[in-house]
């Protein structure tokens, strides 16, 4: 064990933090689903972020990456977070279906996909669920019906995250006919395909948040799966261990979180419940564990380990970090907590709405929990 | 940036658990607890023949000059098995200060022996009555005593597989060893029994996880096993999640508790207190999963939750240490890039 950063390190966070004080908006950009105008904003930060290389430095170079190791990946989430750089509108790409690509794609869907992934000239949209089918994934009913070189899909995918102003989606779909984990393949479709209908959902702060889809006889190249044909639980599930595992909650999101939430104690804790000192505290700690669980999984898979099961466990401790953070911030402003606009620069109101929904994605902190007791701790199903 | 613990590390921990498991099993602490004993001699003797009593003195007094988090890997296993006896006070506490301080004192010269610490944060001591010696504060300054030239009134514990005493002496009985300046370094003793309690607060948990499991596996209820309840399932998803949140924060503690500033500190602390509430959640979700088993003096969860309880308050309530990572939070940079942070002008004046 040795917990000092390298001076190569030392040198690449040096270099990240001063790209990044030159070219980070002054001003925040308006958010990535409230307009299109926000949307596309965000879109061209992507593209800004890539004219310096650092649209997803641990992507190869030849498909629009660094080539850098998971360490580095942290020291530029840090600096990212800490400088406020805008949310990124592409993260089912970039953090989800990339590294998914990386592993399971072809040579030239690698290089169809990945590239324009990087730079936001494409941005995708996640179409896991359906009314159906929401925690038993296996239950999807959409499917994809060989013609040819073709695939023709059809069905109703819903809770779509960005999928209001994305370019592409990718989801699972299944043979006709064909029965649970079996016959299910991952398919990539275009939002403006002919037979794409995308409508709407408002979330409960009443900001447009995701989207439902309808596919009606959408046709596909058989280049748009990802994998062998039959193959896609197998694909999916690694793409949910990426997503639980590492990339989609990087620690220093919660760290920066955590550091404003001390600062806002300081500043208010004449007029506060004293008891909320020791969850300032907590919120704290709670942010640094998780970084350091991420540095030890980084050092493990760096040394050739793969994410397993545990990754569960990540997705429960951000989940419910991220809350008891954001809620503590509401009860340190007290009385003004459910103002809008709200009071000061910091959204605590609407992170902490935001925060509500983490222990429903990217898997239920229910079936996260099943996860763990099942294939960490060998219980029966 | 390493995180990883090299083979040596994983090998020494592995040949403790062994060790551990053939000596410290259930059988063994039911026929302590029947004959009302709380040490093993055989078991002792063991432990000293391995070498786990040498791992932090230096190589000049014959010890094997190894590191805290080796020792860590130690302490897991030892809260594993519920070790009665106290290997992580004598060998990761009081015998690395006595041999700083008088690396001549007989105690250190007899490998069997062990050596008890008495601190006002740690104001019972387990074996004091068997120790060799005993180190004393008083006013940041460090004494030595045998036990015989202070008075021990035991302190009977819930806990029965170890005993403990109040120790009250006169500094007129007892060896002086110096201040600060000589280097009695309290302070760093404190940081090693708060981490060492913190690394056997892993082991408690995952023993009291584990002991769960296997009773989930074998117990049916309703024509199933309980454990495919997803009600029995989510109580010990629960306790494990928050094992794997204390380890690397014990980890990264061992790993830097030589440094000695405000932000090894602060993470010492934040070990001792995730680790032993891990401890204690997994205990007392280990006896809710027994059922009324787990009430029962029969079922070994019991003995898990006695040693969270204890060491959860010993060298450092939770409100103590929550005040010093609140001494960091909110007197130094805080953010993302501070995880790792060094307090660099105190390193230099402590060099000085």
Same mark, same amino acid.
């Given at each position: 064990?040795?917990?000092?950063?390298?001076?190569?390190?030392?040198?690449?966070?040096?270099?990240?933090?001063?790209?990044?004080?030159?070219?980070?908006?002054?001003?925040?950009?308006?958010?990535?689903?409230?307009?299109?105008?926000?949307?596309?904003?965000?879109?061209?930060?992507?593209?800004?972020?890539?004219?310096?290389?650092?649209?997803?430095?641990?992507?190869?170079?030849?498909?629009?990456?660094?080539?850098?190791?998971?360490?580095?990946?942290?020291?530029?989430?840090?600096?990212?977070?800490?400088?406020?750089?805008?949310?990124?509108?592409?993260?089912?790409?970039?953090?989800?279906?990339?590294?998914?690509?990386?592993?399971?794609?072809?040579?030239?869907?690698?290089?169809?996909?990945?590239?324009?992934?990087?730079?936001?000239?494409?941005?995708?949209?996640?179409?896991?669920?359906?009314?159906?089918?929401?925690?038993?994934?296996?239950?999807?009913?959409?499917?994809?019906?060989?013609?040819?070189?073709?695939?023709?899909?059809?069905?109703?995918?819903?809770?779509?995250?960005?999928?209001?102003?994305?370019?592409?989606?990718?989801?699972?779909?299944?043979?006709?006919?064909?029965?649970?984990?079996?016959?299910?393949?991952?398919?990539?479709?275009?939002?403006?395909?002919?037979?794409?209908?995308?409508?709407?959902?408002?979330?409960?702060?009443?900001?447009?948040?995701?989207?439902?889809?309808?596919?009606?006889?959408?046709?596909?190249?058989?280049?748009?799966?990802?994998?062998?044909?039959?193959?896609?639980?197998?694909?999916?599930?690694?793409?949910?261990?990426?997503?639980?595992?590492?990339?989609?909650?990087?620690?220093?999101?919660?760290?920066?979180?955590?550091?404003?939430?001390?600062?806002?104690?300081?500043?208010?804790?004449?007029?506060?419940?004293?008891?909320?000192?020791?969850?300032?505290?907590?919120?704290?700690?709670?942010?640094?564990?998780?970084?350091?669980?991420?540095?030890?999984?980084?050092?493990?898979?760096?040394?050739?380990?793969?994410?397993?099961?545990?990754?569960?466990?990540?997705?429960?401790?951000?989940?419910?970090?991220?809350?008891?953070?954001?809620?503590?911030?509401?009860?340190?402003?007290?009385?003004?907590?459910?103002?809008?606009?709200?009071?000061?620069?910091?959204?605590?109101?609407?992170?902490?709405?935001?925060?509500?929904?983490?222990?429903?994605?990217?898997?239920?902190?229910?079936?996260?929990?099943?996860?763990?007791?099942?294939?960490?701790?060998?219980?029966?199903? | 940036?390493?995180?990883?613990?090299?083979?040596?590390?994983?090998?020494?921990?592995?040949?403790?658990?062994?060790?551990?498991?053939?000596?410290?099993?259930?059988?063994?602490?039911?026929?302590?607890?029947?004959?009302?004993?709380?040490?093993?001699?055989?078991?002792?003797?063991?432990?000293?023949?391995?070498?786990?009593?040498?791992?932090?003195?230096?190589?000049?007094?014959?010890?094997?000059?190894?590191?805290?988090?080796?020792?860590?890997?130690?302490?897991?296993?030892?809260?594993?098995?519920?070790?009665?006896?106290?290997?992580?006070?004598?060998?990761?506490?009081?015998?690395?200060?006595?041999?700083?301080?008088?690396?001549?004192?007989?105690?250190?010269?007899?490998?069997?022996?062990?050596?008890?610490?008495?601190?006002?944060?740690?104001?019972?001591?387990?074996?004091?009555?068997?120790?060799?010696?005993?180190?004393?504060?008083?006013?940041?300054?460090?004494?030595?005593?045998?036990?015989?030239?202070?008075?021990?009134?035991?302190?009977?514990?819930?806990?029965?597989?170890?005993?403990?005493?109040?120790?009250?002496?006169?500094?007129?009985?007892?060896?002086?060893?110096?201040?600060?300046?000589?280097?009695? %370094?309290?302070? =760093?003793? *404190?940081? !090693? /029994?708060?981490?060492?309690?913190?690394?056997? +607060?892993?082991?408690?948990?995952? #023993? $009291?996880?584990?002991?769960?499991?296997?009773?989930?596996?074998?117990?049916?209820?309703?024509?199933?096993?309980?454990?495919?309840?997803?009600?029995?399932?989510?109580?010990?998803?629960?306790?494990?999640?928050?094992?794997?949140?204390?380890?690397?924060?014990?980890?990264?503690?061992?790993?830097?508790?030589?440094?000695?500033?405000?932000?090894?500190?602060?993470?010492?602390?934040?070990?001792?207190?995730?680790?032993?509430?891990?401890?204690?959640?997994?205990?007392?979700?280990?006896?809710?999963?027994?059922?009324?088993?787990?009430?029962?003096?029969?079922? %070994?969860?019991? =003995?898990? *939750?006695? !040693? /969270?309880?204890?060491?959860?308050?010993?060298? +450092?309530?939770?409100?103590?240490? #929550? $005040?010093?990572?609140?001494?960091?939070?909110?007197?130094?940079?805080?953010?993302?890039?501070?995880?790792?942070?060094?307090?660099?002008?105190?390193?230099?004046?402590?060099?000085?």
């Amino acid at each position: 064990m040795n917990l000092s950063y390298t001076p190569e390190q030392q040198a690449f966070r040096a270099e990240v933090r001063d790209w990044l004080a030159r070219h980070v908006p002054a001003e925040p950009l308006e958010h990535f689903d409230a307009t299109r105008a926000g949307f596309e904003a965000h879109r061209q930060w992507e593209n800004t972020l890539k004219s310096g290389d650092w649209g997803m430095v641990t992507w190869p170079v030849e498909y629009g990456g660094r080539g850098l190791d998971l360490i580095q990946w942290l020291i530029f989430e840090e600096e990212y977070y800490r400088a406020g750089a805008p949310g990124r509108v592409n993260q089912n790409g970039i953090f989800l279906l990339g590294p998914t690509l990386i592993e399971f794609g072809t040579h030239e869907q690698k290089q169809r996909f990945l590239p324009p992934m990087a730079s936001g000239e494409e941005i995708w949209a996640q179409a896991w669920s359906e009314p159906q089918a929401g925690s038993d994934l296996a239950g999807v009913r959409a499917t994809a019906t060989r013609d040819g070189h073709d695939y023709i899909l059809n069905g109703h995918k819903i809770w779509s995250s960005r999928a209001v102003f994305a370019d592409w989606a990718f989801g699972l779909f299944r043979a006709p006919g064909s029965e649970r984990h079996k016959g299910m393949s991952l398919i990539f479709f275009p939002l403006d395909a002919p037979g794409v209908t995308v409508n709407p959902i408002r979330k409960i702060n009443g900001h447009v948040g995701f989207a439902e889809i309808f596919l009606e006889n959408v046709r596909v190249p058989a280049f748009n799966r990802l994998g062998e044909e039959g193959q896609g639980w197998h694909i999916c599930m690694a793409t949910a261990g990426f997503e639980r595992g590492l990339m989609l909650r990087s620690p220093a999101r919660y760290q920066v979180a955590a550091a404003k939430l001390a600062a806002l104690w300081q500043e208010r804790k004449a007029d506060a419940d004293p008891m909320l000192e020791a969850e300032v505290i907590r919120a704290h700690m709670n942010a640094e564990a998780y970084a350091l669980s991420i540095y030890q999984t980084a050092s493990r898979l760096m040394a050739g380990a793969k994410i397993g099961p545990e990754a569960s466990t990540n997705k429960i401790f951000w989940s419910e970090l991220d809350i008891h953070l954001h809620r503590t911030a509401l009860s340190i402003l007290g009385p003004v907590a459910e103002l809008l606009p709200p009071p000061g620069a910091q959204d605590w109101l609407d992170d902490y709405i935001f925060a509500l929904a983490g222990p429903i994605y990217a898997g239920s902190n229910e079936i996260q929990r099943n996860i763990i007791a099942e294939r960490m701790l060998g219980l029966p199903r | 940036m390493d995180f990883t613990l090299n083979d040596e590390q994983m090998m020494f921990a592995e040949t403790a658990r062994t060790l551990f498991a053939d000596s410290c099993s259930p059988d063994h602490w039911h026929r302590m607890m029947e004959a009302d004993a709380a040490w093993d001699e055989a078991r002792w003797a063991a432990i000293v023949d391995t070498g786990l009593t040498a791992m932090l003195l230096p190589e000049s007094a014959g010890g094997l000059g190894l590191s805290e988090v080796d020792f860590a890997l130690i302490a897991r296993e030892a809260g594993y098995a519920a070790l009665p006896e106290p290997l992580v006070e004598s060998a990761g506490v009081a015998a690395p200060l006595l041999a700083a301080l008088a690396p001549d004192h007989p105690a250190l010269g007899d490998p069997m022996a062990t050596i008890a610490i008495a601190h006002p944060l740690n104001p019972v001591v387990a074996h004091a009555d068997r120790a060799a010696a005993i180190l004393l504060e008083k006013d940041g300054e460090a004494f030595v005593a045998t036990p015989d030239r202070v008075t021990l009134t035991p302190a009977p514990g819930i806990d029965p597989l170890r005993r403990l005493f109040r120790v009250d002496w006169d500094a007129a009985d007892a060896t002086a060893l110096g201040g600060k300046n000589n280097g009695a %370094d309290w302070a =760093l003793a *404190l940081d !090693r /029994a708060a981490l060492f309690n913190a690394a056997m +607060g892993l082991g408690l948990a995952q #023993r $009291a996880v584990d002991l769960a499991v296997d009773y989930a596996k074998e117990r049916q209820q309703f024509g199933k096993p309980i454990g495919s309840y997803q009600a029995v399932k989510h109580h010990l998803a629960t306790a494990q999640v928050a094992i794997e949140f204390a380890r690397p924060v014990v980890m990264a503690a061992a790993a830097d508790i030589g440094r000695r500033d405000v932000h090894s500190r602060a993470r010492v602390s934040h070990a001792k207190i995730v680790a032993l509430e891990a401890a204690d959640n997994a205990a007392r979700a280990s006896i809710q999963v027994h059922g009324a088993m787990g009430y029962s003096w029969e079922v %070994d969860v019991h =003995l898990f *939750l006695k !040693r /969270a309880l204890a060491l959860s308050q010993s060298w +450092g309530t939770p409100a103590f240490h #929550r $005040a010093r990572i609140a001494e960091r939070l909110f007197t130094q940079a805080a953010g993302p890039d501070q995880l790792f942070a060094r307090d660099q002008k105190e390193r230099e004046t402590e060099n000085a």
